[in-house]
Structures are given as structure tokens and as C-alpha cells.
């Protein structure tokens, strides 16, 4: 069985991925996850990101893995634990250019179709309930307005309240990435829309596992 959980940067789906296969005891997949880690290892090699061919991204992703986690997967590089490079600000600017070629998206979406033929899983991403898993049994789209999905993400990153300059910096980011994603990203016909806005993050996980326990059954 599959849910997926789909919406744009920031909206928190990894986190609500997380919690919510935690929850249901189904394993959590982040796909975004994956298109980091084909551009992280894309950069260990020579060339500039713009003379980046998708023969040579799909070549240097040979040495990514997925590795098992209390929670589901992670991508390893090389067998080893690259969180940092896949989170960092080169593999951030260029995995839209990454996401884009379609022998990637091919890549990445049979990894994550061949975890889905294996476990229970919750799989978050932009086109999860759109291309991946089509016939997902949940199919939630995760939205916030751009202001407060920049302020939850400084909120993480620096640990402290953002001031009101860096959340308009942090918006026109995000917006810009909504726009680079936007030829990736759907929203499934069938998908329930939950708005965060004004939501506690225990309130909307706790609504999305019982809508899973609910499309269980
Ligand atoms: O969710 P994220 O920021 O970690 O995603 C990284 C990039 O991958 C982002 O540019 C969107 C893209 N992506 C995608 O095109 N399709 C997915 N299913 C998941 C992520």
C-alpha cells in the first residue's frame, strides 16, 4: 500500500512523511531525497552544473544507494552517509536542473516504485499521486502560504524566530523554487488538499494517519 504526499518546497511534506509512516508503521520514502543525491553526485565531478548532460548525471548516480533507517530509507553516496552535501546550498541550486531531465525522473521513479512492490510506504514528492503511484489508496496535496513556509523553514535552520527581512528574503527563495519545480509538480485529481497555514504540525499528522488508517481498511 502507498500514500503519497505530495506539495511544494517547504511545505513540510519530508517531516509529515516521516511521522506519519512512523505512526502507521509503513516505511517512509523521500524522492526529493533522491534527485539530491544524483545532483550531489553529479558535483563530485568535474564540469560546471549548466554543462551538466543527464547521460553524465545518470552515470555518477551509479553511486547511489538506499539504505535501510529506523523510519525507511536514505540515499547513501558511495555507501557512506552524505546528508550534508545532498542538504547544502550547491546540491539546493541545482537540483531543479537535475529534476528535470527525464532519464533522472526515470531513475528516481523506479527506485521508489521497487520499495512500493516491497513495503508499505509513504512517499513524499512533488509528482507522487501523479505519476509514481498513480493508484496510491491516499494521496494527500500539503500547501501553506509562501510567508509561513519560509518562516517554518528559518525556524529549523536557525532555531530561533526570523526576523521580518529575512522571511521576505526567505519567501522570494521559495517562490522562485516553486517556479523551477512548477513543469514537476501535479496535483492529483484525487488528492485531499490539507492547507497548514494555521495548522499545528501534531494536528495535521495526526489527521493525515487517520485518514490512512481509514483508507486501510
Ligand atoms: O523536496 P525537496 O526540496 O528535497 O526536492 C528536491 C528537488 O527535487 C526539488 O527541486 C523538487 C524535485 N523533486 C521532483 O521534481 N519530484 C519529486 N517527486 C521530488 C522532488
Redesign the pocket.
Known sequence: MAIAIDGP?ASG??STAKAVARALGFHHV????L??AATAARSRQAGAPETWTEASVIEAARIVSLAPTETGFTPLLDGQEAELEMRGDSATDN??RV?QMPGVRNW?NSIVRKTGQEYDVVVD????GTV?FPNARLKIFLIADPAERARRRLLERLGAEPSAPQISEETARILL?DE??AK??GRARDAIVIDTTRLARADQIEKIVKLGREAMV
Do not use: F, N
Not at 523521500?30 to 531525497?33: C, N, R, V
Open positions: 518546497a511534506k519530508s523521500d524522492s526529493g531525497a534527485y539530491r537540483v531543479s529534476a528516481v514528492g512533488r509528482d507522487i509514481v523554487r523551477l519545480d514537476q509538480s
